[in-house]
């Protein structure tokens, strides 16, 4: 987490003239990091008879026939007419893929729509690791999450060099989790020099 604003240097010293990079020093992040996610409906499965005693929940994979669209208040309580613009409060409210103005998502074990559930890095690093630690509390990531995706673009100024960055973790209803990164270079010119998903243990 704290990769995301540049640190010190190894003997101490602040990282001047740095403002905007993030802690490799080298690339700078292009607007804000983005944290989204994509959870199903609840109750989409339903457990009978003896089989009842042995099983106490059912859950499914994600579809996006059962995507999970309303919003909610924070706790995924149900929705009130408070009114909320903190960062935290937004995290619990659907938004679209129009109003997010991203794509759908295609990872190894399913197609994820283009909205979600949206929590933005914007401000101090001692605000973001505070709202990070509010949303744990609050259990934003649940048994009905079934993907994480954080974007980011970056722009490597010695090489010219932007950076688009996506690393997504699903979330099987087996309970399984399973991490990617892809990482996709473009230079000034706009060519695409490489495109390469690779498993990552960022995550674990």
Not at 30 to 54: T, Y
Not at 62 to 68: C, G, Q, V
Not at 109 to 117: P, Q
Not at 139 to 154: E, P
Request: net charge negative.
């Amino acid at each position: 987490m704290s990769n995301i604003r540049a640190q010190n240097w190894y003997n101490g010293e602040a990282p001047r003239n740095l403002s905007g990079f993030i802690n490799d020093k080298s690339n700078r992040l292009i607007g804000w990091a983005m944290m989204r996610q994509l959870r199903i409906k609840p109750d989409l499965c339903h457990v009978s008879g003896s089989v009842r005693q042995e099983i106490s929940k059912c859950q499914a994979d994600y579809s996006l026939l059962n995507e999970e669209q309303r919003s909610f208040e924070p706790g995924w309580t149900n929705q009130t007419t408070t009114v909320c613009s903190s960062p935290i409060c937004q995290a619990f409210e659907y938004q679209s893929g129009d109003q997010l103005d991203s794509d759908v998502y295609m990872g190894d074990h399913g197609t994820y729509g283009s909205g979600g559930y949206v929590y933005e890095f914007r401000g101090r690093l001692f605000d973001l690791l505070s709202n990070v630690s509010q949303l744990h509390q609050l259990q934003w990531i649940d048994g009905q999450t079934r993907a994480v995706i954080i974007q980011l673009s970056l722009y490597n100024p010695n090489v010219q060099m932007f950076t688009s960055v996506s690393l997504l973790v699903e979330l099987l209803s087996t309970g399984g989790a399973f991490p990617q990164a892809r990482f996709e270079p473009l230079t000034f010119q706009g060519t695409l020099l490489t495109s390469k998903s690779l498993i990552s243990d960022f995550f674990v």
